[in-house]
């Protein structure tokens, strides 16, 4: 069986002006076990991404991936934690307008103190076949491409988890088929394992491993 990759203790959640607390769970996910969390809007599915992903602090409990504990880390460590080891692709790319694709992914290996590594760049929007693109802006490409860009974007620096939040959102079943496709493929190109939250039904035939949010 695969090692561990993430784990949760006792998560729990609650935004601030809001009463109702968001408790999750415990979750346990395995190398190479992709993981789909299903659920209608307001169960907390972007919640527990940025929860499991670093992105925000609960009030209660414990993630670890590759058994360290997140929130035991201060700020700076654990924002090097995420960007070595958590890839993040959203519902919009969110790819910065004013450098080009490849610059946006050459920003991703900086965050993470990895050495720049403009061939390794080319390989992946190559890989994704989008390095005609490489020297466009992201106004100048479209959403399929720009979607591919972010998913180059998420998977540089050769990261443990990818985390996709809404990828099919407002897709036709043609559509959806060929993202989760490229999702699925993309991660296991990568030796990474896909986490992802979506309120679209039609994935869970994809997945074998599904957490039902309520």
Known sequence: ????LLRTENLKFRYEH?????????????????????????????????????????????????????YKLADSKLDTFRAQNIGFIFQEAHLLKNLTVSENIILAQSLAKRKV???????????????DKASSYPQQLSRGQLQRAAIARAVINRPAIIIADEPTAALDDKNTNHVIDLLLDTAQNYDATLLIATHDKRLKDHFSNTYILK
């Open 117 to 131: 590594d403009k061939t390794q760049v080319h390989e992946v929007l190559e890989k994704l076949q989008i390095a």
């Open 1 to 4: 069986m695969n090692e561990m």
């Open 18 to 70: 809001y009463s109702r607390e968001l408790s999750f769970d415990e979750i346990r996910i395995a190398s190479g076990q992709h993981t789909l969390f299903l659920g209608d809007s307001g169960t907390g599915k972007t919640t527990l991404l940025h929860l499991l992903g670093g992105l925000s602090r609960p009030d209660h409990g414990q993630v670890y991936i590759k058994n360290a504990a997140l």
